[in-house]
């Protein structure tokens, strides 16, 4: 009886092992896009960004509202699985094609949500691991924008403008640095549904929906802009501002 009892506990912790494993490997994490999307585990814990952005509102901003994207996008994909073989970003730059408005809206806002809070938990970081940007994107920086003062001047102007909901981007784009910034979920990667945004390779964003910033900020949206430059991972953004160059 103990015997057994012992046996099933072996057996159920090398199945869990083996499922956490396989979950490590599944197609979320790489933006591969399937029916079942995941939602990514932080990097880090919901306390690590503290005191620029709280332990409750990464907690309901990663497992309420991120969650809730992942289940609509797989709602979403399951009506078209065709397009449901494709990475997500193919998904995303293919919007205009997808024939059914109400299926379109839901991969745009759905898609678009997961697509950008995987983005931006990844280009966060705690603040003691902030750093710097890389030579090559300090130089592009100074060059497209004057410095980096004046770069994260820009930059907080367009966070601070987006009317609503919304999110302020540095992308790449023909080569050149751009700020600009999108309604909603959509992102810089939606070609012909953000007439007004510059389209290109996201490196950075900043979410600023109200609940990203709403419980410890309320209305001073400036303010947690201003607090979440300390934990921009330069690492993170450095790195895809080289890829996104090659
Ligand atoms: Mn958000």
Known sequence: MKQSAEMNRRQFVQLATITAAGAAM???????ATAS????ALPYAFDALEPHIDARTMEIHHGKHHATYVAGLNAALEKVPDLAKHPLDHVLTGLPAVADESVRTALRNHGGGHWNHTFFWEIMTPAAKSGAPSEKLAAAINEAFGSMDDFKKAFNEAAAKRFGSGWAWLVLKDGKLKITSTPNQDNPLMKGLVPDAELGTPLLGLDVWEHAYYLHYQN???DYIGAWWNVVNWAAVSKRFAEASK
Not at 26 to 32: K, T, V
Request: proline residues 14%; hydrophobic residues 35%; aromatic residues 0%.
């Open 37 to 40: 999307q995941t939602l990514p």
């Open 220 to 222: 001073r949206r400036a």
């Open 26 to 32: 599944l197609p979320g994490h790489a933006r591969a």
